[in-house]
């Protein structure tokens, strides 16, 4: 048949029974008019099938004003610009005048995505996508008021999200650091901004004062690793005679009004971000790329407290607890939802890429380690074998501390790859992570009522694909 008459082929039926159209009134319709009603507008960028899938489940689960309030995927409803939206419009994250173009052409891509709120302080490897995960708060039923646990939360993106949500969160994590990182940019949602602009004018003595302040490689035992508590990372290092060395102790101090616990925290994180850049990149010193990553944290909080000043609701509280997610110190039942995205095996050593911070907060990594799920044993082997032992009382806390009925969602990478090596089988030959995770989530008592697939891009990764396992705790019979 010529294409023309193929253009012209009537409405009718095909074979198998099915409605068939014509090519012009097929393309006249989108997927997004296909799916959802009209009144929703979704968030520019949304360009891959699992998004398309959760902002379905969104569109169903979701009442408008709900969408309006705390819908992931929607720019508006009707008339009304969702409170998403107005986070995330205007100018992303701000950048150096020195960026390069490719660093800022990400920022604009992933506007809707990760940079908006105090997501973009520290940028943690491993860490969630706060669009996605803002989507399975909502996916998982969660509701304000209610108290969502992440028991591996990293830099504290569940946090955050539940907190701009109204819904109350506990984070539990086994290194002091992230507690730390957690806590700050959770906290930073409310910072009071005089005191954050004034930390910009004197940034060189802001500066001073930590670099002052670095110890040696200490790697004895703070008191944060002693006691489990944030806040002594902050007395600690507000002691003299703590970790810093005497000779490379030069006095000075933070300008007034900037000692106070959370604005210093914020600034430590900066500095301690900055530490990071200045030691990968040789191009700026630790100075330069302090001020200007100072004046990007500032910017961020000032562009989501602007947001957050016209929006109602209340914010949810957030506790970000030192801890092990083998043995969690929470009574049964006392959770409306988990979260959490685990180590993927051995995939990454979070205690070597933190090496640097956990010692300048004095923290023993040696010690650390030897909590770290993925990070025990002797050899790969060992590692793989640990792992798998240790998420599994990981997934048998979680069914314990959940309330009947309600979800527990972890999204985890396959990692056959580096499973194989360590197995010494061929990829295709091993239990990806997930498939392990899918079934000692069932052992321990969840049942899995949802897997979406997710594509992970970028040729530096060896992981090409990411799931996201959704199960229910089983209410006793
Ligand atoms: C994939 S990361 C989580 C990233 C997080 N979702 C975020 O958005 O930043 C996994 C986390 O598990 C933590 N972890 C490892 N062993 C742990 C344990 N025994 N108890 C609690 N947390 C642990 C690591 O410190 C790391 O932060």
């Known amino acids: 048949m010529s294409a023309i008459a193929q253009v012209k082929a009537p409405v009718g039926q095909a074979p198998g029974g099915r409605e068939t159209t014509s090519p012009v009134q097929a393309l006249g319709e989108t ?39 705390h819908g992931a995927y929607f720019a508006s409803v009707g008339e009304t610009p969702t409170n998403h939206y107005l986070m995330c419009r205007g100018e992303p994250l701000r950048v150096a005048d020195h960026s390069s173009s490719r660093l800022r052409s990400f920022f604009q891509e992933n506007q809707f995505k990760t940079g908006y709120g105090t997501h973009g302080l520290f940028p943690y490897r491993g860490k969630f996508h ?17 108290t969502v646990l992440d ?16 819904i109350h969160s506990t984070g539990v994590d086994a290194s002091p650091f992230c507690v730390f990182m957690a806590k700050v940019k959770s906290e930073a949602i409310t910072l009071s901004l005089a005191p954050l602009r004034a930390a910009l004018e004197a940034s060189e003595q802001v500066f001073q004062f930590f670099s002052s302040r670095s110890p040696d490689d200490g790697g ?16 600690w290092s507000d ?20 000692e106070a616990g959370p604005v210093r925290d914020f600034l430590l994180l900066a500095y301690l971000d900055s530490a990071g850049y200045a030691e990968r990149s040789q191009r700026k010193s630790h100075l330069v790329q302090f001020k200007s990553i100072l004046e990007r944290y500032v910017f961020s909080v000032e562009k989501i407290q602007r947001v957050l000043s016209g929006v109602e609701g209340d914010l949810g509280t957030t506790t970000p607890t030192l801890g092990d997610a083998r043995k969690l110190r929470m009574h049964d039942e006392c959770v409306d939802g988990i979260l959490f995205s685990p180590p993927y095996s051995f995939a990454l050593d979070y205690v070597s890429n933190d090496a640097l911070h956990l010692r300048y907060l004095g923290i023993d990594v040696d010690e650390l380690r030897s909590n770290m799920v993925g ?25 314990r501390v959940l309330r009947a009925g309600r979800l527990c969602t972890i999204v985890v990478g396959t990692n056959n790859n580096q499973i194989g090596k360590a197995l010494d089988l061929p990829p295709e030959k091993v239990q990806g992570t997930d498939e392990f995770l899918t079934e000692a989530g069932q052992r321990q008592g969840l049942k899995l009522v949802r897997t979406f697939t997710r594509q992970i891009t970028g040729m530096a990764n060896t992981m090409r694909t990411e799931s996201i396992l959704v199960f229910q705790k089983i209410p006793d019979a």
């Not at 993106?157 to 907190?163: F, H, K, P, S």
């Not at 002691?239 to 900037?258: A, F, N, Q």
């Not at 990070?375 to 069914?399: A, F, H, K």
Request: glycine share 10%.
């Open 31 to 69: 997927v997004a008019q296909r799916l959802f009603p009209g009144h929703l507008e979704l968030v520019p960028g949304l360009n891959e099938v699992y998004e398309l899938e959760l902002a379905l489940c969104e569109s169903r689960i979701l009442t408008d004003s709900e969408i309006v309030r």
């Open 130 to 146: 706060p669009q996605m995960t803002k989507a399975l708060l909502n996916i998982m039923g969660l509701k304000p008021g209610e």
């Open 151 to 166: 028991p591996m939360m990293g830099s504290g993106t569940v946090l955050i999200e539940a907190r701009l949500m109204g």
């Open 220 to 235: 004895s035992k703070s008191p944060a690793t002693a006691t489990g508590n944030v806040s002594d990372l902050r007395k």
């Open 239 to 258: 002691e003299p005679g703590g970790r810093p060395r005497k000779e490379h102790w030069t006095v000075v101090d933070l300008p007034d009004g900037l």
């Open 375 to 399: 990070l025990i044993g002797q050899t790969p082997r060992e590692r793989v074998e640990n792992y798998r032992r240790d998420m599994e009382s990981v997934l048998g806390e979680c069914n």
